[in-house]
C-alpha cells in the first residue's frame, strides 16, 4: 500500500513541482516559467505530498495582499502593503486524484495560515476548478476582476480563517 506524507517543499522538490505543474497547465497556456514559480513558495505555507519517493502533488502560498494577484508572465512577488496569504497553485498528479490530497493539502494550509497568523486565505480559481475551492469555504470575488492570462473562467476566491 502507498503512503502519502505531507511536508514543506524543499530544494530538491523542484525538478518534480516544476514538472507538475507544466504537465498540468502547458495545454491551458498557464505554465510559469520555474524561477516564477519557485518564487511563490512561502517558507512554512508550501508544500509536498510524497508518494513513496514520487511527488504526487503539491501547493504554493505566499504573502500577498488581499485582492491582487500575481502576474503569470513576471515574477510578481515583491508587493506593498498589508500582505495576506495568496494561495497560488495546488496541483495533484492525475494518477493520485480524487483521493482526497487536494483537501489534505489545503487543510494543512489552513492550519499554517492560522498559527501565523494570518486573517484570510485568497486564490485564483483557474480550470474549472471553482467548485472544489467553494466545499473548502472560498468565496467568489466579484469585485476583484481576473485578468486574461488566468484563462477564460478564472475568478478571485477568498475565504477567513
Do not use: C, K, N
Amino acid at each position: 500500500m502507498l503512503t502519502f506524507t505531507v511536508r514543506p517543499v524543499s530544494a530538491a522538490d523542484w525538478p518534480g513541482i516544476v514538472a507538475l505543474e507544466a504537465a498540468t497547465y502547458r495545454d491551458l497556456g498557464l505554465s510559469e516559467d520555474p524561477a516564477h514559480l519557485r518564487g511563490r513558495a512561502g517558507e512554512g505555507t508550501s508544500f509536498v505530498v510524497e508518494a513513496g519517493r514520487d511527488i504526487a502533488g503539491y501547493l504554493l502560498a505566499f504573502p500577498f495582499p488581499y485582492g491582487r494577484y500575481p502576474d503569470l508572465t513576471a515574477d510578481g512577488t515583491t508587493v506593498t502593503g498589508p500582505a495576506g496569504l495568496h494561495l497560488h497553485d495546488l496541483v495533484i498528479a492525475p494518477e493520485h486524484r480524487r483521493g482526497g490530497l487536494g483537501s489534505r493539502l489545503v487543510s494543512v494550509l489552513l492550519a499554517a495560515a492560522r498559527d501565523v497568523p494570518y486573517a484570510r486565505v485568497s486564490l485564483v480559481s483557474v480550470g474549472g476548478s471553482h467548485d472544489f475551492w467553494a466545499r473548502h469555504g472560498f468565496r467568489v470575488r466579484p469585485e476583484v476582476p481576473v485578468s486574461d492570462g488566468y484563462g477564460p473562467g478564472a475568478t478571485y476566491m477568498s475565504r477567513l480563517l
